[in-house]
């Protein structure tokens, strides 16, 4: 699935292609199946009020859609319980599939938490574009999440520098989200300059990863 030459993963970009030396798995937030590559699928908590998960069904079971999301709560949008029942639809389609859940998750760290002790998925879940504090990321890693970081750890780096080393290398994700301007590669260099590790030896690592939860 990755090329041999593909260094890098991104696994989680709204751009259109993966490069020569990046695997991108890119976002796709409508019914409408990409034409090439590999991608996930799933409705946004600010779609969550106005799209019928049933029309994501088709898209959910082709074979290139390796996870279910980006789904999730925010608080800057309305309607957080409607946000909550179509989050938990998705949470459950994942499961069904045996595919990965991408979250997104803004002020709802705790919901999110609380519907994972509920639901006990088998399937991994990824908290997607990770920006908060100590506490609240390693209260994620303690319920079992996956946490990927993008263009937050990019501006966040000083407040996130005293933990960043201490997150389980088994746990961890970047990405680039919707940021045209940031490149995964400065994500990387930057993660492996805090962790004290060669940009190389994170690249396997992050590779072994999704190896390991998406085939």
Known sequence: MIGSAQKYLDIHTHRAVSGPDVFALQSCLSSAIPETGFFSAGIHPQDAG?????????VWNDPRCLAVGECGMDRRYPDLPKQTAVFRIQAQQAEILHKPLLIHSVRTHEEIIRAAKELAPSVPWIIHGFRGKERTL???LDAGFFVSFGAGLLKDAGNMEPFFSRIPAERIFFETDADGATDIRAVYALAASMRGMAVDDLCNTVRENFRRIFQ
Do not use: I, M
């Open 50 to 58: 106005s799209v019928d998960c049933k029309e994501f069904e088709n």
């Open 138 to 140: 390693f209260s994620l």
